[in-house]
C-alpha cells in the first residue's frame, strides 16, 4: 500500500520537500515530468574568495535538452542553515506556480558536506497574468 500525505502550507501544495547530504563538489538535480511539460533545476555550490558572504545566481542553461534553470549557491559554507527567506517561484505549469524554499548547512571543520533541506511548492489555484 503507498500512502503519502497531502500536505499544504497556506495556499500551496508541498509536491516534494527533504533533505540531501551531498559531497561540496556536486551538484543537486530535480526533474520534473509534469503532464504538459519537463523541468529540470540544478543546484550547483560555488566558493569564489572574490566574493564577499553569501549569494545566489539563477540561470538558464541551454546546453541539454530540456533546458534547464541552474542556481549557483555562492559561499554557502556556513554551519548555520542559510537559504532564501521567500519562496522562489521557478515556472508556471497549467497556470500554477512552482517554486522552492531551501536552507544549506556545511558538515566538518573543512567542510566537505552539505545538508541542503528542501521544499517544492505549487499554488493550490491558477494564477492570471495580473498576479
Known amino acids: 500500500m503507498d500512502i503519502k500525505p497531502k500536505i499544504t502550507v497556506d495556499k500551496y501544495e508541498i509536491i516534494d520537500s527533504g533533505t540531501i547530504v551531498v559531497d561540496n563538489n556536486n551538484c543537486i538535480e530535480f526533474e520534473f515530468n509534469f503532464e504538459k511539460i519537463d523541468l529540470k533545476f540544478v543546484f550547483r555550490f560555488v566558493q569564489d574568495s ?18 534547464f534553470l541552474e542556481f549557483s549557491l555562492i559561499n554557502f559554507d556556513n554551519s548555520h542553515d542559510t537559504g532564501n527567506v521567500n519562496l522562489t517561484p521557478v515556472a508556471t505549469v497549467d497556470g500554477r506556480i512552482l517554486s522552492i524554499k531551501y536552507r544549506v548547512s556545511s558538515i566538518g571543520t573543512e567542510k566537505f558536506d552539505k545538508i541542503f533541506n528542501y521544499s517544492w511548492y505549487l499554488s493550490k489555484k491558477e494564477v492570471s497574468d495580473g498576479q
Request: proline share 11%; net charge neutral; glycine share 6%.
Open 50 to 67: 572574490a566574493i564577499e558572504g553569501q549569494s545566489f545566481k539563477i540561470e538558464v542553461k541551454n546546453e541539454s535538452k530540456p533546458p
